[in-house]
DNA sequence: GCCGTTTTCGGCCCGACTGTTTTCAGTCG
Protein backbone atom coordinates (compact mmCIF):
# COMPACT_ATOMS: atom_id res chain seq x y z
CA UNK A 1 0.00 0.00 0.00
CA UNK A 2 1.48 3.23 -0.70
CA UNK A 3 1.76 5.46 2.14
CA UNK A 4 0.65 9.18 2.20
CA UNK A 5 3.94 10.49 2.69
CA UNK A 6 4.75 8.93 -0.83
CA UNK A 7 2.03 10.12 -2.35
CA UNK A 8 2.45 13.43 -1.12
CA UNK A 9 5.86 12.92 -2.98
CA UNK A 10 4.90 12.61 -6.27
CA UNK A 11 2.46 15.17 -6.07
CA UNK A 12 4.87 17.59 -5.38
CA UNK A 13 7.36 16.44 -7.77
CA UNK A 14 4.48 16.77 -10.60
CA UNK A 15 4.50 20.52 -9.16
CA UNK A 16 8.15 20.41 -9.76
CA UNK A 17 7.42 19.27 -13.39
CA UNK A 18 4.79 21.97 -14.31
CA UNK A 19 6.90 24.33 -12.86
CA UNK A 20 9.58 23.91 -15.21
CA UNK A 21 7.36 23.64 -18.39
CA UNK A 22 5.68 25.99 -17.17
CA UNK A 23 2.52 25.20 -16.72
CA UNK A 24 -0.40 27.40 -15.42
CA UNK A 25 0.73 28.77 -12.14
CA UNK A 26 -2.31 27.76 -9.94
CA UNK A 27 -1.97 24.44 -11.37
CA UNK A 28 1.40 24.14 -9.67
CA UNK A 29 -0.24 25.64 -6.63
CA UNK A 30 -3.02 22.80 -6.82
CA UNK A 31 -0.86 20.11 -6.85
CA UNK A 32 1.28 21.23 -3.78
CA UNK A 33 -1.93 22.10 -1.61
CA UNK A 34 -2.99 18.48 -2.68
CA UNK A 35 0.31 17.00 -1.39
CA UNK A 36 0.58 19.33 1.71
CA UNK A 37 -3.83 17.93 2.42
CA UNK A 38 -3.01 14.21 2.00
CA UNK A 39 0.68 14.48 3.45
CA UNK A 40 -1.65 15.51 6.86
CA UNK A 41 -4.28 13.23 6.70
CA UNK A 42 -4.31 11.22 9.81
CA UNK A 43 -5.97 8.18 7.82
CA UNK A 44 -4.23 6.91 4.65
CA UNK A 45 -5.44 8.07 1.61
CA UNK A 46 -5.34 4.67 0.14
CA UNK A 47 -8.37 3.22 2.58
CA UNK A 48 -10.39 6.52 1.93
CA UNK A 49 -9.95 6.20 -1.58
CA UNK A 50 -11.40 2.32 -1.05
CA UNK A 51 -14.27 3.58 0.84
CA UNK A 52 -15.11 6.46 -1.60
CA UNK A 53 -14.12 9.46 0.35
CA UNK A 54 -11.08 10.53 -1.23
CA UNK A 55 -12.77 12.92 -3.24
CA UNK A 56 -14.13 14.75 -0.09
CA UNK A 57 -10.48 15.80 0.69
CA UNK A 58 -10.49 19.54 0.04
CA UNK A 59 -7.59 20.31 -2.71
CA UNK A 60 -8.46 16.94 -4.66
CA UNK A 61 -10.79 17.64 -7.18
CA UNK A 62 -11.46 14.94 -10.71
CA UNK A 63 -8.36 15.52 -11.97
CA UNK A 64 -6.09 14.29 -9.35
CA UNK A 65 -8.49 11.79 -8.18
CA UNK A 66 -9.05 10.23 -10.97
CA UNK A 67 -4.82 9.74 -11.35
CA UNK A 68 -4.67 8.84 -7.56
CA UNK A 69 -7.17 6.24 -8.56
CA UNK A 70 -4.95 5.13 -11.59
CA UNK A 71 -1.92 4.22 -8.94
CA UNK A 72 -3.76 2.61 -6.64
CA UNK A 73 -5.30 0.29 -8.74
CA UNK A 74 -1.68 -0.05 -10.96
CA UNK A 75 0.93 1.11 -9.52
CA UNK A 76 1.16 4.04 -11.23
CA UNK A 77 -0.44 6.83 -13.60
CA UNK A 78 0.20 6.79 -16.99
CA UNK A 79 -0.40 11.25 -16.99
CA UNK A 80 2.22 11.38 -14.21
CA UNK A 81 4.86 9.33 -16.12
CA UNK A 82 4.12 11.03 -19.32
CA UNK A 83 5.03 14.74 -17.28
CA UNK A 84 8.06 13.26 -15.45
CA UNK A 85 9.56 12.15 -18.28
CA UNK A 86 9.69 15.89 -19.67
CA UNK A 87 12.36 16.62 -16.66
CA UNK A 88 15.57 14.95 -16.13
CA UNK A 89 15.11 12.50 -12.79
CA UNK A 90 18.39 13.79 -11.23
CA UNK A 91 16.47 17.21 -10.15
CA UNK A 92 14.73 15.57 -7.66
CA UNK A 93 17.53 14.57 -5.33
CA UNK A 94 18.97 17.77 -6.19
CA UNK A 95 15.49 19.51 -4.94
CA UNK A 96 16.61 18.31 -1.48
CA UNK A 97 19.14 20.93 -0.67
CA UNK A 98 18.11 23.69 0.88
CA UNK A 99 18.40 26.84 -1.15
CA UNK A 100 17.96 25.01 -4.37
CA UNK A 101 14.49 25.26 -5.99
CA UNK A 102 13.28 23.70 -9.50
CA UNK A 103 14.72 26.08 -11.60
CA UNK A 104 18.15 26.21 -9.80
CA UNK A 105 17.83 22.28 -9.81
CA UNK A 106 16.99 22.04 -13.67
CA UNK A 107 20.27 24.48 -14.75
CA UNK A 108 22.18 22.31 -12.47
CA UNK A 109 21.20 19.35 -13.57
CA UNK A 110 21.22 20.30 -16.96
CA UNK A 111 24.58 22.17 -17.60
CA UNK A 112 26.88 20.07 -15.18
CA UNK A 113 25.36 16.57 -17.39
CA UNK A 114 24.07 15.07 -13.62
CA UNK A 115 22.62 12.16 -15.43
CA UNK A 116 22.44 9.43 -12.88
CA UNK A 117 19.83 10.42 -10.24
CA UNK A 118 21.64 7.80 -7.67
CA UNK A 119 24.73 9.83 -8.10
CA UNK A 120 23.10 12.83 -8.73
CA UNK A 121 23.81 15.00 -4.87
CA UNK A 122 27.91 13.28 -4.98
CA UNK A 123 28.18 14.56 -8.52
CA UNK A 124 27.20 17.87 -8.07
CA UNK A 125 29.20 18.20 -5.00
CA UNK A 126 32.50 17.09 -7.24
CA UNK A 127 31.60 19.64 -9.55
CA UNK A 128 31.28 22.27 -6.82
CA UNK A 129 34.34 21.17 -5.64
CA UNK A 130 36.37 21.79 -9.18
CA UNK A 131 34.66 25.05 -9.19
CA UNK A 132 32.03 24.27 -11.93
CA UNK A 133 29.17 25.40 -10.33
CA UNK A 134 30.37 29.28 -10.15
CA UNK A 135 30.74 30.07 -13.66
CA UNK A 136 27.57 29.29 -14.64
CA UNK A 137 24.90 32.16 -15.25
CA UNK A 138 23.16 33.26 -12.33
CA UNK A 139 25.28 31.29 -9.69
CA UNK A 140 28.67 32.73 -8.80
CA UNK A 141 31.44 31.90 -5.91
CA UNK A 142 28.93 32.57 -2.84
CA UNK A 143 25.98 30.03 -4.61
CA UNK A 144 28.93 27.75 -5.12
CA UNK A 145 30.08 27.89 -1.66
CA UNK A 146 25.83 28.02 -0.53
CA UNK A 147 25.75 24.54 -2.52
CA UNK A 148 28.75 22.79 -0.96
CA UNK A 149 27.27 23.77 2.61
CA UNK A 150 23.69 22.53 1.58
CA UNK A 151 24.89 18.89 0.83
CA UNK A 152 26.99 18.83 3.98
CA UNK A 153 23.80 19.59 5.87
CA UNK A 154 21.78 17.03 3.69
CA UNK A 155 24.81 14.28 4.11
CA UNK A 156 24.77 14.71 7.98
CA UNK A 157 20.71 15.01 8.05
CA UNK A 158 20.55 11.28 6.29
CA UNK A 159 22.43 10.38 9.09
CA UNK A 160 21.80 11.51 12.42
CA UNK A 161 20.05 14.88 12.36
CA UNK A 162 16.67 14.58 13.78
CA UNK A 163 13.52 16.65 14.94
CA UNK A 164 13.98 17.64 18.52
CA UNK A 165 11.60 16.11 21.56
CA UNK A 166 9.49 18.95 22.36
CA UNK A 167 11.25 19.43 26.11
CA UNK A 168 14.49 19.70 24.28
CA UNK A 169 13.56 22.35 21.94
CA UNK A 170 11.81 24.18 24.73
CA UNK A 171 15.12 24.32 27.02
CA UNK A 172 17.23 25.37 24.12
CA UNK A 173 14.72 27.91 23.28
CA UNK A 174 14.55 29.15 26.99
CA UNK A 175 17.98 29.57 27.37
CA UNK A 176 18.25 31.80 24.12
CA UNK A 177 15.53 33.86 25.28
CA UNK A 178 16.91 34.77 28.72
CA UNK A 179 20.10 35.94 26.75
CA UNK A 180 18.07 37.89 24.02
CA UNK A 181 16.24 39.39 27.68
CA UNK A 182 19.63 40.88 28.84
CA UNK A 183 19.06 43.86 26.83
CA UNK A 184 16.43 46.47 27.43
CA UNK A 185 14.92 47.22 24.15
CA UNK A 186 13.39 43.42 24.34
CA UNK A 187 10.00 44.26 25.06
CA UNK A 188 7.97 41.22 24.49
CA UNK A 189 9.56 37.70 23.57
CA UNK A 190 7.71 34.91 22.47
CA UNK A 191 8.08 31.21 21.23
CA UNK A 192 6.04 31.04 17.59
CA UNK A 193 5.83 27.76 15.29
CA UNK A 194 5.57 24.17 16.32
CA UNK A 195 6.92 25.06 19.41
CA UNK A 196 4.09 27.92 20.53
CA UNK A 197 1.66 25.07 18.97
CA UNK A 198 3.15 22.23 21.24
CA UNK A 199 3.88 19.82 18.29
CA UNK A 200 5.75 16.71 19.76
CA UNK A 201 8.75 16.93 17.64
CA UNK A 202 10.64 20.45 16.27
CA UNK A 203 12.04 21.38 13.48
CA UNK A 204 13.27 24.42 13.94
CA UNK A 205 12.89 27.18 16.85
CA UNK A 206 11.01 30.40 16.25
CA UNK A 207 11.38 33.54 18.28
CA UNK A 208 9.25 36.83 17.93
CA UNK A 209 10.32 39.72 19.71
CA UNK A 210 8.51 43.18 20.08
CA UNK A 211 10.84 45.88 20.34
CA UNK A 212 11.52 49.77 19.24
CA UNK A 213 14.96 49.04 18.30
CA UNK A 214 14.93 46.16 15.92
CA UNK A 215 18.44 47.02 14.26
CA UNK A 216 19.79 46.05 17.97
CA UNK A 217 17.53 43.17 18.53
CA UNK A 218 18.75 41.25 15.83
CA UNK A 219 22.68 42.33 16.22
CA UNK A 220 22.40 41.17 19.70
CA UNK A 221 20.77 37.69 18.65
CA UNK A 222 23.34 37.54 15.84
CA UNK A 223 26.13 37.46 18.69
CA UNK A 224 24.57 34.90 20.61
CA UNK A 225 27.67 33.03 21.89
CA UNK A 226 25.81 29.65 20.99
CA UNK A 227 25.91 30.38 17.11
CA UNK A 228 27.51 28.03 14.44
CA UNK A 229 26.71 29.70 11.78
CA UNK A 230 24.99 33.01 10.34
CA UNK A 231 21.91 31.65 7.85
CA UNK A 232 20.96 35.17 6.94
CA UNK A 233 19.96 38.44 8.66
CA UNK A 234 17.79 41.68 7.75
CA UNK A 235 16.22 44.68 9.29
CA UNK A 236 12.99 42.53 10.21
CA UNK A 237 14.97 39.44 11.76
CA UNK A 238 17.68 36.69 11.42
CA UNK A 239 18.27 33.00 11.23
CA UNK A 240 21.47 31.12 13.13
CA UNK A 241 22.20 27.39 13.32
CA UNK A 242 23.26 26.92 17.02
CA UNK A 243 25.90 24.95 18.20
CA UNK A 244 23.73 21.94 18.72
CA UNK A 245 23.22 21.77 14.67
CA UNK A 246 19.56 23.16 15.50
CA UNK A 247 18.11 25.98 13.28
CA UNK A 248 16.80 29.27 15.01
CA UNK A 249 14.50 31.79 13.46
CA UNK A 250 14.18 35.45 15.33
CA UNK A 251 11.49 37.52 13.77
CA UNK A 252 11.23 41.49 15.11
CA UNK A 253 8.59 43.94 15.28
CA UNK A 254 7.46 46.89 16.99
CA UNK A 255 5.51 46.49 19.55
CA UNK A 256 2.48 48.05 18.16
CA UNK A 257 1.99 44.86 15.58
CA UNK A 258 3.23 42.24 17.85
CA UNK A 259 -0.22 40.76 17.65
CA UNK A 260 -0.66 40.22 13.94
CA UNK A 261 3.02 39.27 13.99
CA UNK A 262 2.68 36.23 16.96
CA UNK A 263 -0.48 34.99 14.81
CA UNK A 264 1.31 34.84 11.85
CA UNK A 265 4.30 33.00 12.57
CA UNK A 266 2.89 30.56 15.11
CA UNK A 267 1.00 29.04 12.12
CA UNK A 268 0.34 26.21 11.09
CA UNK A 269 0.95 27.06 7.18
CA UNK A 270 -2.55 25.35 6.94
CA UNK A 271 -4.00 27.47 9.54
CA UNK A 272 -2.98 30.49 8.13
CA UNK A 273 -3.42 30.20 4.76
CA UNK A 274 -7.41 28.96 5.61
CA UNK A 275 -7.43 31.86 7.83
CA UNK A 276 -6.68 34.37 4.97
CA UNK A 277 -8.77 32.61 2.35
CA UNK A 278 -11.54 33.07 4.72
CA UNK A 279 -10.85 37.23 5.28
CA UNK A 280 -10.18 37.61 1.61
CA UNK A 281 -13.96 36.58 1.34
CA UNK A 282 -14.41 39.37 3.39
CA UNK A 283 -12.14 42.06 2.07
CA UNK A 284 -9.66 41.65 4.05
CA UNK A 285 -5.63 40.85 3.40
CA UNK A 286 -3.41 39.54 6.08
CA UNK A 287 0.08 39.87 7.07
CA UNK A 288 2.62 39.73 9.63
CA UNK A 289 1.79 43.57 9.83
CA UNK A 290 -2.14 43.46 10.23
CA UNK A 291 -5.30 43.44 7.98
CA UNK A 292 -4.81 45.50 5.19
CA UNK A 293 -9.55 46.30 3.59
CA UNK A 294 -8.95 45.96 -0.05
CA UNK A 295 -10.66 48.51 -1.40
CA UNK A 296 -12.88 50.95 1.02
CA UNK A 297 -12.43 51.39 4.35
CA UNK A 298 -13.89 48.77 6.11
CA UNK A 299 -14.98 49.55 9.45
CA UNK A 300 -14.73 46.77 12.50
CA UNK A 301 -17.24 46.11 15.27
CA UNK A 302 -15.26 47.36 18.15
CA UNK A 303 -13.05 50.55 16.85
CA UNK A 304 -11.13 50.11 20.15
CA UNK A 305 -9.57 46.60 18.76
CA UNK A 306 -7.07 48.15 16.45
CA UNK A 307 -5.56 51.45 15.54
CA UNK A 308 -5.07 52.14 11.98
CA UNK A 309 -2.01 52.87 10.03
CA UNK A 310 -2.97 55.69 7.70
CA UNK A 311 1.07 55.06 5.64
CA UNK A 312 0.23 51.53 5.45
CA UNK A 313 -3.44 51.72 4.98
CA UNK A 314 -3.81 48.51 7.62
CA UNK A 315 -4.84 47.95 11.30
CA UNK A 316 -2.17 47.22 13.52
CA UNK A 317 -2.46 44.52 16.79
CA UNK A 318 -1.04 44.72 19.95
CA UNK A 319 -2.22 41.89 21.20
CA UNK A 320 -3.04 38.55 18.96
CA UNK A 321 -6.53 37.73 20.62
CA UNK A 322 -7.74 41.29 18.76
CA UNK A 323 -6.40 40.26 15.27
CA UNK A 324 -9.08 37.07 15.98
CA UNK A 325 -11.95 39.06 17.44
CA UNK A 326 -11.37 41.64 14.57
CA UNK A 327 -11.93 39.03 11.87
CA UNK A 328 -15.27 38.00 13.78
CA UNK A 329 -13.78 35.12 15.80
CA UNK A 330 -12.59 33.45 19.11
CA UNK A 331 -9.39 33.43 20.08
CA UNK A 332 -7.89 30.12 19.00
CA UNK A 333 -5.15 28.67 21.48
CA UNK A 334 -1.95 27.76 19.69
CA UNK A 335 -2.30 23.79 20.42
CA UNK A 336 -5.29 23.61 17.92
CA UNK A 337 -3.82 25.70 15.32
CA UNK A 338 -3.48 22.64 12.96
CA UNK A 339 -6.43 23.60 10.33
CA UNK A 340 -8.40 20.62 11.39
CA UNK A 341 -11.80 22.63 11.73
CA UNK A 342 -10.86 25.49 14.35
CA UNK A 343 -11.06 27.93 12.02
CA UNK A 344 -14.84 27.03 11.86
CA UNK A 345 -15.57 26.75 15.08
CA UNK A 346 -13.72 29.83 15.97
CA UNK A 347 -16.30 31.63 13.80
CA UNK A 348 -19.38 29.87 15.19
CA UNK A 349 -17.91 30.86 18.30
CA UNK A 350 -17.77 26.95 19.11
CA UNK A 351 -14.42 26.25 20.03
CA UNK A 352 -14.31 23.85 23.09
CA UNK A 353 -13.11 24.82 26.60
CA UNK A 354 -10.34 22.25 26.44
CA UNK A 355 -8.56 20.59 29.43
CA UNK A 356 -5.88 22.68 31.83
CA UNK A 357 -3.61 21.11 34.03
CA UNK A 358 -5.30 22.41 36.90
CA UNK A 359 -8.80 19.53 36.35
CA UNK A 360 -5.90 16.57 36.45
CA UNK A 361 -7.04 14.98 39.42
CA UNK A 362 -4.46 12.50 39.40
CA UNK A 363 -1.61 10.59 37.81
CA UNK A 364 -3.24 6.79 36.06
CA UNK A 365 0.59 5.97 35.22
CA UNK A 366 3.59 5.88 37.63
CA UNK A 367 6.14 2.76 38.79
CA UNK A 368 7.36 2.63 42.03
CA UNK A 369 10.13 1.08 43.61
CA UNK A 370 8.71 -1.93 45.15
CA UNK A 371 10.26 -4.97 44.14
CA UNK A 372 7.95 -7.09 42.78
CA UNK A 373 10.52 -8.53 40.68
CA UNK A 374 9.25 -7.26 37.62
CA UNK A 375 9.41 -8.12 33.48
CA UNK A 376 10.73 -4.58 32.77
CA UNK A 377 12.45 -1.82 34.94
CA UNK A 378 11.34 -0.77 38.77
CA UNK A 379 10.70 2.92 39.47
CA UNK A 380 13.25 4.37 41.75
CA UNK A 381 10.72 5.66 44.95
CA UNK A 382 8.74 4.73 46.83
CA UNK A 383 5.52 4.50 47.12
CA UNK A 384 5.39 6.39 49.94
CA UNK A 385 7.64 9.09 48.03
CA UNK A 386 5.06 8.83 44.87
CA UNK A 387 2.77 10.27 47.75
CA UNK A 388 3.86 13.07 48.97
CA UNK A 389 4.92 14.05 45.65
CA UNK A 390 1.27 13.42 44.49
CA UNK A 391 0.09 15.79 47.25
CA UNK A 392 2.42 18.28 46.57
CA UNK A 393 1.24 18.34 42.54
CA UNK A 394 -2.42 18.81 44.26
CA UNK A 395 -3.73 15.96 43.56
CA UNK A 396 -6.44 14.01 44.96
CA UNK A 397 -5.24 10.65 44.07
CA UNK A 398 -2.46 8.24 42.42
CA UNK A 399 -1.97 4.73 40.58
CA UNK A 400 0.37 2.46 41.04
CA UNK A 401 1.24 0.71 38.24
CA UNK A 402 4.48 -1.06 38.43
CA UNK A 403 5.36 -3.47 35.55
CA UNK A 404 3.92 -7.57 36.54
CA UNK A 405 6.04 -9.76 38.01
CA UNK A 406 8.11 -11.50 35.19
CA UNK A 407 6.67 -14.27 34.08
CA UNK A 408 9.96 -16.37 32.25
CA UNK A 409 11.17 -16.75 35.71
CA UNK A 410 8.65 -17.16 38.27
CA UNK A 411 5.66 -19.43 38.61
CA UNK A 412 1.74 -19.06 38.35
CA UNK A 413 2.10 -18.97 41.93
CA UNK A 414 5.26 -17.47 43.40
CA UNK A 415 3.19 -14.58 40.72
CA UNK A 416 0.17 -14.75 42.58
CA UNK A 417 2.15 -14.25 46.17
CA UNK A 418 3.94 -11.85 45.04
CA UNK A 419 0.77 -9.62 44.11
CA UNK A 420 -0.50 -10.66 47.52
CA UNK A 421 2.21 -9.35 49.14
CA UNK A 422 2.22 -6.17 47.77
CA UNK A 423 -1.76 -6.29 47.64
CA UNK A 424 -1.42 -6.05 51.66
CA UNK A 425 1.59 -3.68 51.68
CA UNK A 426 -0.60 -1.03 49.80
CA UNK A 427 -3.83 -1.89 52.25
CA UNK A 428 -1.61 -0.87 55.01
CA UNK A 429 -0.22 1.83 52.86
CA UNK A 430 -3.50 3.60 52.58
CA UNK A 431 -4.06 3.73 56.35
CA UNK A 432 -1.24 5.55 56.81
CA UNK A 433 -1.45 7.72 54.27
CA UNK A 434 -4.77 10.22 54.18
CA UNK A 435 -3.13 13.01 52.27
CA UNK A 436 -3.94 11.66 48.65
CA UNK A 437 -6.12 8.45 47.67
CA UNK A 438 -4.63 5.15 46.39
CA UNK A 439 -5.35 3.57 43.34
CA UNK A 440 -3.82 -0.44 43.17
CA UNK A 441 -2.80 -0.78 39.63
CA UNK A 442 -0.60 -3.05 37.59
CA UNK A 443 0.97 -2.41 33.74
CA UNK A 444 0.45 -5.58 32.37
CA UNK A 445 2.35 -7.08 29.12
CA UNK A 446 -0.01 -7.69 26.22
CA UNK A 447 2.56 -10.88 24.52
CA UNK A 448 2.34 -11.40 21.22
CA UNK A 449 -0.45 -14.01 21.03
CA UNK A 450 -2.86 -11.21 22.73
CA UNK A 451 -2.65 -12.97 26.34
CA UNK A 452 -2.16 -11.19 29.29
CA UNK A 453 1.83 -12.00 30.93
CA UNK A 454 -0.40 -12.11 34.49
CA UNK A 455 -2.05 -14.98 35.87
CA UNK A 456 -5.75 -14.99 36.40
CA UNK A 457 -6.00 -15.35 40.14
CA UNK A 458 -3.38 -12.82 40.58
CA UNK A 459 -6.18 -10.06 39.11
CA UNK A 460 -8.08 -10.27 42.51
CA UNK A 461 -5.18 -8.13 43.96
CA UNK A 462 -5.29 -5.15 41.97
CA UNK A 463 -8.38 -2.95 41.11
CA UNK A 464 -7.53 -2.38 37.81
CA UNK A 465 -4.26 -2.75 35.00
CA UNK A 466 -3.33 -0.89 32.38
CA UNK A 467 -2.23 -3.27 29.42
CA UNK A 468 0.25 -2.55 26.75
CA UNK A 469 2.83 -3.88 24.04
CA UNK A 470 6.24 -3.60 25.09
CA UNK A 471 7.58 -6.74 22.75
CA UNK A 472 7.22 -8.11 19.29
CA UNK A 473 6.31 -4.27 17.94
CA UNK A 474 6.82 -5.93 14.06
CA UNK A 475 3.52 -7.25 12.96
CA UNK A 476 0.77 -7.11 10.15
CA UNK A 477 -1.92 -4.62 10.94
CA UNK A 478 -4.67 -7.68 11.35
CA UNK A 479 -2.67 -9.55 13.72
CA UNK A 480 -1.50 -6.29 15.91
CA UNK A 481 -5.21 -5.28 16.09
CA UNK A 482 -6.21 -8.67 17.42
CA UNK A 483 -4.13 -8.78 19.77
CA UNK A 484 -4.77 -5.41 21.34
CA UNK A 485 -8.19 -6.36 21.79
CA UNK A 486 -7.55 -9.82 22.67
CA UNK A 487 -5.14 -8.26 25.13
CA UNK A 488 -7.96 -5.55 26.64
CA UNK A 489 -10.71 -8.17 26.68
CA UNK A 490 -9.85 -9.03 30.13
CA UNK A 491 -12.67 -7.31 32.69
CA UNK A 492 -9.74 -6.00 34.66
CA UNK A 493 -8.08 -4.59 31.90
CA UNK A 494 -9.19 -0.83 31.66
CA UNK A 495 -6.65 1.42 30.23
CA UNK A 496 -4.25 0.74 26.82
CA UNK A 497 -1.32 2.53 28.16
CA UNK A 498 0.84 4.42 25.26
CA UNK A 499 -1.22 2.55 22.72
CA UNK A 500 1.03 3.32 19.50
CA UNK A 501 4.66 1.77 21.24
CA UNK A 502 6.08 4.73 19.51
CA UNK A 503 9.56 6.09 21.20
CA UNK A 504 10.12 9.65 19.39
CA UNK A 505 13.26 9.26 17.28
CA UNK A 506 13.41 5.59 18.34
CA UNK A 507 10.77 3.52 17.21
CA UNK A 508 8.18 3.99 15.11
CA UNK A 509 4.50 3.40 15.88
CA UNK A 510 3.08 0.15 15.59
CA UNK A 511 0.47 -0.28 12.77
CA UNK A 512 -3.17 -1.19 13.98
CA UNK A 513 -6.41 -0.69 12.71
CA UNK A 514 -7.38 2.11 15.32
CA UNK A 515 -10.87 2.74 13.87
CA UNK A 516 -11.79 -0.69 15.48
CA UNK A 517 -9.85 -0.68 18.93
CA UNK A 518 -11.14 2.76 19.69
CA UNK A 519 -14.77 1.37 18.91
CA UNK A 520 -14.25 -2.06 20.94
CA UNK A 521 -13.01 0.10 23.65
CA UNK A 522 -16.00 2.64 23.36
CA UNK A 523 -18.43 -0.37 24.08
CA UNK A 524 -16.30 -2.29 26.84
CA UNK A 525 -15.52 0.70 29.21
CA UNK A 526 -12.34 0.96 28.23
CA UNK A 527 -9.65 4.46 28.08
CA UNK A 528 -6.89 4.67 26.21
CA UNK A 529 -3.94 6.11 27.29
CA UNK A 530 -2.12 9.38 26.34
CA UNK A 531 1.42 9.09 27.79
CA UNK A 532 2.63 12.11 29.07
CA UNK A 533 6.22 10.96 29.06
CA UNK A 534 8.40 13.64 26.32
CA UNK A 535 10.28 10.81 24.43
CA UNK A 536 6.42 8.59 23.73
CA UNK A 537 3.65 11.51 23.60
CA UNK A 538 1.49 8.58 22.70
CA UNK A 539 -1.08 8.89 21.48
CA UNK A 540 -0.13 11.78 19.05
CA UNK A 541 -3.17 14.69 18.88
CA UNK A 542 -4.59 13.30 15.33
CA UNK A 543 -5.27 9.98 16.58
CA UNK A 544 -6.64 11.55 19.86
CA UNK A 545 -9.27 13.38 17.56
CA UNK A 546 -9.92 10.36 15.77
CA UNK A 547 -10.89 8.31 19.17
CA UNK A 548 -13.25 11.52 20.46
CA UNK A 549 -15.06 11.98 17.20
CA UNK A 550 -15.83 7.96 17.75
CA UNK A 551 -16.40 8.64 21.93
CA UNK A 552 -13.45 6.74 23.44
CA UNK A 553 -12.07 7.96 26.94
CA UNK A 554 -8.85 8.92 27.78
CA UNK A 555 -6.53 8.67 30.79
CA UNK A 556 -3.34 10.30 31.15
CA UNK A 557 -0.45 9.33 32.74
CA UNK A 558 3.22 10.48 33.08
CA UNK A 559 4.69 6.86 32.97
CA UNK A 560 6.87 7.99 35.58
CA UNK A 561 9.80 6.08 37.22
CA UNK A 562 10.55 8.59 39.48
CA UNK A 563 8.99 11.31 41.59
CA UNK A 564 10.81 14.03 39.38
CA UNK A 565 9.03 13.21 35.80
CA UNK A 566 6.24 13.01 37.54
CA UNK A 567 5.89 16.93 36.48
CA UNK A 568 5.52 16.05 33.04
CA UNK A 569 1.93 15.81 33.01
CA UNK A 570 1.84 18.92 31.45
CA UNK A 571 2.78 17.56 28.19
CA UNK A 572 0.07 14.87 28.57
CA UNK A 573 -2.31 17.81 28.71
CA UNK A 574 -1.06 19.53 25.80
CA UNK A 575 -1.73 16.66 23.94
CA UNK A 576 -4.81 16.22 25.01
CA UNK A 577 -5.63 19.64 23.72
CA UNK A 578 -4.68 19.30 20.83
CA UNK A 579 -6.41 16.69 20.43
CA UNK A 580 -9.47 18.79 21.40
CA UNK A 581 -10.00 16.95 24.65
CA UNK A 582 -12.78 18.53 27.53
CA UNK A 583 -12.73 17.29 30.86
CA UNK A 584 -15.42 14.99 29.93
CA UNK A 585 -13.24 12.92 27.80
CA UNK A 586 -10.92 11.91 30.45
CA UNK A 587 -10.85 9.88 33.08
CA UNK A 588 -8.48 11.53 35.66
CA UNK A 589 -10.68 14.51 35.51
CA UNK A 590 -13.10 12.25 37.36
CA UNK A 591 -13.17 12.40 41.46
CA UNK A 592 -11.78 9.62 43.24
CA UNK A 593 -15.16 7.81 43.55
CA UNK A 594 -16.17 8.08 39.84
CA UNK A 595 -13.26 7.09 39.30
CA UNK A 596 -12.57 4.01 40.93
CA UNK A 597 -16.57 3.24 39.79
CA UNK A 598 -15.93 3.47 35.92
CA UNK A 599 -12.62 1.09 36.65
CA UNK A 600 -15.26 -1.38 38.84
CA UNK A 601 -17.64 -1.20 35.87
C1' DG B 1 -6.32 22.03 -11.14
C1' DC B 2 -9.59 23.41 -7.44
C1' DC B 3 -13.46 25.85 -5.60
C1' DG B 4 -18.16 28.43 -4.25
C1' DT B 5 -23.75 31.30 1.95
C1' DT B 6 -21.68 37.60 -2.61
C1' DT B 7 -19.22 33.23 -7.88
C1' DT B 8 -20.14 26.92 -11.93
C1' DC B 9 -16.36 31.40 -14.10
C1' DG B 10 -12.75 33.85 -12.53
C1' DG B 11 -10.42 33.98 -9.02
C1' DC B 12 -6.45 31.52 -6.30
C1' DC B 13 -2.07 33.97 0.82
C1' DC B 14 1.74 37.23 1.68
C1' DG B 15 6.12 38.99 2.41
C1' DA B 16 11.41 38.65 3.53
C1' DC B 17 16.04 37.72 2.19
C1' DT B 18 19.88 36.58 -0.99
C1' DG B 19 22.68 36.67 -4.97
C1' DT B 20 23.29 38.23 -9.20
C1' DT B 21 21.50 41.65 -11.08
C1' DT B 22 20.97 47.13 -12.56
C1' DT B 23 15.15 45.95 -11.39
C1' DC B 24 14.56 40.94 -10.35
C1' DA B 25 14.18 35.80 -9.98
C1' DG B 26 14.43 32.11 -6.88
C1' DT B 27 13.61 30.20 -2.50
C1' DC B 28 11.67 29.93 1.93
C1' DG B 29 8.42 30.05 5.78
Known amino acids: MISNKEIARILR ?28 LNIEAYDLWREGKLKKVPGVGPSIHSHL ?83 GFYKRRKGSMQRMPLPYAYKTAQTLMDYLKEIPEVEKIETTGSLRRMVSTIGDIDIAVATRNPEKVVKHFVNYSGKLKLIEQGPSGASIILNNGKQVDLRVCLPQT ?30 EYGIKPLKKLQSFKDPKLQRYNRKLGLYEFQEEKDFYEALGM ?66 EYVAYTDHNPGISNHSESKINSIMKR ?61 RIIKGLSHPKA ?17 DADWEKIFKFCRQQGKAVEINAHPNRLDLDSTLIIEGKKIGVKFSLGTDSHDTET ?15 LTRGDILNCMDYNKLLEWLHR
Not at 337 to 363: Q, Y
Not at 364 to 370: A, E, P, R
Request: hydrophobic fraction near 35%; aromatic fraction near 8%.
Open 422 to 482: RFNYIEQLKESIKSVRILNMLEVDIVGNGTLSLPNQSFDFVDAVLVGIHSSFEMTRDEMTK
Open 69 to 151: EEIFKKGKSKHFEEVFSKVPASIFPILELQGVGPKKAYKLVTELHLTNPETAVDDLKKAADEGKIAPLKTFGETSQKDILEAI
Open 13 to 40: NVAVCYELTEENPFKIIAYNKAADEIEN
Open 330 to 395: EWITPELREDRGEIIASINHKLPRLVTIKDIKGDLQIHSSYNLEPSHDLGKNSMEEIAQRAKELDY
Open 258 to 287: FGSMLQYFTGSKNHNIHLREYALKKGLSLS
Open 494 to 510: KILAHPTSRIINQRDPV
Open 566 to 580: MGFMHYGVTFARKGW
